[in-house]
């Protein structure tokens, strides 16, 4: 157990709806990374959130967005939902953003779109 | 870009010794993670590298050239529950530590 929690665990939306997915990060940790897992892939980064402010993002259009609170939780809001949308998201955080700090997975949530 | 390129299957007999190789390509550099991924199961970490080298964790070690763009994962004594999907990842931009995976590598052993 990595102490990062995520909710839902399961979700099953239709085309064009909206999702809200939800992070809580282990205890002193301040940074959240969000990443999208296709079946059989590897994870692929979506951004990052360090002391509630966007420290990167990789190639994914604006309908992902984020937020990190004041407590470091966080949340990924995917609107006018895609098939190929369906994938398992996985938050992780860390101490900080240097290079050598761990990220530490939570069990992720598996998202299904119809 | 970025790439990583990784056998996608490797089977070996349990006790055995296995290397899973991984070779990069990306425009910044500032290290090499190994996660192992257990079916439905969220990624752990396993190993960093940043610098050239051999890194030993009871029975896996993980070894860099950064010259060669290249690394590894070594798994000795291998057990049923090594069984697994293998990832090598990069940290490819400074300021941020958000990691660049490869495809993976799935590891089964045999009895």
């Known amino acids: 157990e990595t102490g990062v929690t995520q909710s839902p665990t399961h979700l099953i939306k239709t085309r064009g709806q909206q999702v809200t997915l939800r992070c809580s990060s282990q205890s002193g940790h301040n940074t959240v990374s969000w990443y999208q897992q296709a079946l059989g892939q590897g994870p692929q980064f979506i951004f990052q959130?360090?002391?509630?402010?966007?420290?990167g993002r990789g190639n994914f259009p604006p309908r992902f967005s984020g937020l990190q609170f004041p407590n470091y939780s966080s949340e990924l809001n995917v609107n006018a939902l895609e098939l190929d949308d369906s994938a398992l998201y996985l938050c992780a955080s860390s101490r900080n953003t240097g290079g050598g700090e761990t990220q530490y997975f939570g069990p992720g949530t598996r998202l299904l779109v119809l | 870009g970025q790439s990583l390129e990784q056998p996608s299957e490797v089977t070996a007999v349990e006790g055995a010794i296995v290397q899973i190789n991984c070779t990069y390509q990306t425009s910044g550099f500032y290290g090499l993670s190994w996660y192992q991924q257990h079916d439905g199961g969220a990624p752990t970490f396993l190993s960093y590298n940043a610098l050239d080298g051999l890194e030993e964790t009871g029975r896996f070690s993980s070894f860099l050239s950064r010259s060669d763009s290249y690394g590894y994962l070594l798994l000795q004594e291998l057990q049923m529950k090594d069984s697994a999907s293998y990832f090598c990842?990069?940290?490819?931009?400074?300021?941020?530590?958000?990691?660049?995976f490869g495809t993976g590598t799935r590891l089964t052993v045999i009895p």
């Open positions: 959130y360090y002391r509630e402010e966007e420290n």
């Open positions: 990842a990069v940290r490819a931009q400074t300021g941020a530590n958000n990691l660049f």
